[in-house]
């Protein structure tokens, strides 16, 4: 059994920073990557950030410069630092685990960030 437990979600005005982290526990082997989704509702829900254990990252466009997402590998954990937040950055974020072996993945419960005045 794998768990994905996010955190640090919040409501911050425009211009705001939060901080969101997610840690995966349980029984595996290795991670592979971890990323952050978000949705809003009535959208597919998009990627924003994602990190690979050897480091490399991608970003979408709409977070690009503003967004960084971190891994610390010991401790299975993903951070996304949110900076110069807008209200079209409020949605429910979702931690999303890749292991590496046969590639199983995982989503966390998610957490609602919103950005309003």
């Known amino acids: 059994q794998v768990q994905v437990a996010e955190s640090g979600g919040g409501e911050v005005q425009p211009g705001g920073s939060l901080r969101l982290s997610c840690t995966a526990s349980?029984?595996?082997?290795?991670?592979?990557?971890m990323a952050w989704y978000r949705q809003v509702p009535g959208k597919q829900r998009e990627l924003v950030a994602r990190?690979?254990?050897?480091?490399?990252?991608t970003y979408a466009g709409s977070v690009k410069g503003r967004f960084t997402i971190s891994m610390e590998n010991a401790r299975n954990t993903v951070n996304l630092q949110m900076n110069s937040l807008k209200p079209e950055d409020t949605a429910v974020y979702y931690c999303?685990?890749?292991?590496?072996?046969?590639?199983?993945?995982?989503w966390g419960q998610g957490t609602q960030v919103t950005v309003s005045s």
């Open positions: 349980g029984s595996f082997f290795v991670i592979n990557q």
């Open positions: 999303h685990v890749t292991m590496g072996g046969v590639g199983e993945t995982y």
């Open positions: 990190v690979r254990a050897v480091g490399d990252t």
